[in-house]
């Protein structure tokens, strides 16, 4: 049997201490002093241990959120934030002195491309594009100031995950609205609201950010451990209007529905996405990437509930299947019920260039395509039956805190569509048939 000589014997002895030694530390230390005395034991000998450099960053962990599981990387654009470029999928130690958490796709950090930024005037006129956004009827509106509070939780797609959007949400309405909300229904019902009108509602979206900031996340979940940098850019205004759709009657929207625009995960799995971005002035023009806006126009973000009820469930497995979207003219299919068809419209005094970006996960590198929005509709019986009202009769009211079917006229860039049927006409004929209020949506 062959003998290894003394000296190599020695060196293969030394190298399996410090192994070892990295190994225990890591796992027996806290992390801070593990990192410390794993990382000068690695370096005294030149060692790099296989689990550094094999780990494939697919752990188990909270980023599993927004509506789907990361598919894998999108682009190789480089990091948010100038933290350095390189290849799709190429690994790095984001965050390791922090702790991952096990959080998906850091290793993945970028920035949205020059390509994903155009001049709005570039934009053909459309119209509309993508899903919902063809009203008919009346409409009713309400106000809700942003809410002080943000995190990167999600309690409707990954409730109880702490970090579970890998991003920041700007908030309005409720104002205790985090991981374990959907744990604590009461806790939701009795809080606090920015809503005028008393809706609870918890309503949120990613927060834009004035990439040329430095944002209050540094060296936090959800912020620049996820790859989202820069200053929040707060929105100039925030317009909220259900709308009617199609000739059927609207029924009122069902207390606790959760409704969600957009995926997340579109970037990586090409499916779910209904972003929509334009500028003030521009409210033909609507498109899917960011718009750099002239002189004296606000940025704005659009966004498009589904409106169609399978009349039974308030959420569903996926987040999306109870309710979907309405045909190009505004119809429900034969066997789900229309509800009002929320749109929510986000001003902002845009910052200059291409200098801003939604947050994002990491992976999804501020993709536009990745926009969305959610909320759980937490407003009362006969307000809800007061909106729908609203819409049936052909009427624009606001929901205030003490007339809740005020009176209005048209009331932001949501209202100033153009009505694409005569739908009082066709209210008319459904109450000259004889339907009753509350019935005919089959």
Known sequence: MRR????????????????????????????????????????????????????????EGDGESDGEKDSGGKKDSGSSGGKGSGEKGEKKDSGAAAGDGGFEGRDQIGKASA??????????????????GDFSGGSYSFTCPLSDHHNSDNFIVAPGKRNG?????????????????????????QAETTC???????????????????????????GSLDGNVGSFVVPASVDYTFHGHGTQRTEPMPLNMQLITGSAKAGSTGEGSNSKFTCSGFADRLTERYPICPSGSQLQRVY????CWNGEDLSSADFVS????PDESGECSQDLIPVPALRITVSYDQPPGRSFAIDSFPEQQHDPITDHALLEYLSTESRAQAGADCINDAQRCEQGADDDTANSGPRGRSDELAVTKNFATAMAGHRNAGVAHGGGHR
């Open 115 to 132: 390509q994903e930024y155009e001049t709005i005037s570039d934009v053909e006129p459309n119209g509309n594009i993508k899903n919902g």
């Open 304 to 307: 498009d509930f589904p409106s």
């Open 4 to 59: 290894n000589a003394p000296g190599t014997r020695r060196r293969a002895e030394l190298i399996a201490v410090f192994v070892a030694l990295g190994l225990v530390v890591g796992v027996g230390l806290p992390l801070g002093l593990a990192g410390a005395i794993g990382t000068g034991a690695r370096q005294a000998v030149g060692v790099v241990l296989v689990a550094d450099s094999d780990d494939d960053g697919d752990d």
């Open 165 to 189: 959007a890998q991003h920041t949400h700007d908030y309005a309405g409720n104002e205790s609205t985090n991981a374990a909300s959907s744990e604590n229904q009461d806790a939701l019902e």
């Open 322 to 325: 109870h309710l979907q979207y």
């Open 196 to 222: 005028t009108n008393g809706d609870r509602s918890p309503i949120f979206w990613p927060v834009l950010r004035d990439l040329e900031g430095v944002g209050p996340d540094v060296g936090a979940d959800g």
